[in-house]
């Protein structure tokens, strides 16, 4: 059964700092790209950030380019995301998940919770 499960969240102060994690099991994250989406109370969930299986084509929305990196430790079946200068506007629940979704992809994990206070 695949898993990917995510942790790290918490509350911060705004311009704090967190790093996530997403580790896979079921899966062996290294033969797929990895991406972290977010969503906030009363929006639709956003793709964040990307990164391809060699670890390059690296990208972001335009919201936190500058201040989050995506990076992956394929020993450690995991993928991160490092959030540098967090603002409140990146409050929302972070998931991780394969990318691009593979035909007929629909698993989504429980997600980890961001809170940025003002």
């Known amino acids: 059964q695949v898993q990917l499960v995510e942790s790290g969240g918490g509350l911060v102060q705004s311009g704090g700092s967190l790093r996530l994690s997403c580790k896979g099991s079921g899966i062996v994250i290294g033969g797929y790209g990895m991406s972290w989406h977010r969503q906030a109370p009363g929006k639709e969930r956003e793709l964040v950030a990307s990164?391809?299986?060699?670890?390059?084509?690296?990208d972001y929305t335009d919201s936190v380019k500058g201040r989050f990196t995506i990076s992956r430790d394929n020993a450690k079946n995991t993928v991160y995301l490092q959030m540098n200068s967090l603002k409140p506007e990146d409050t929302a629940s972070y998931y991780c998940?394969?990318?691009?979704?593979?035909?007929?992809?629909?698993?989504w994990g429980p997600g980890t919770q961001v809170t940025v206070s003002s």
């Open positions: 998940n394969l990318h691009p979704f593979p035909y007929g992809w629909a698993y």
């Open positions: 990164m391809g299986s060699a670890g390059t084509d690296i």
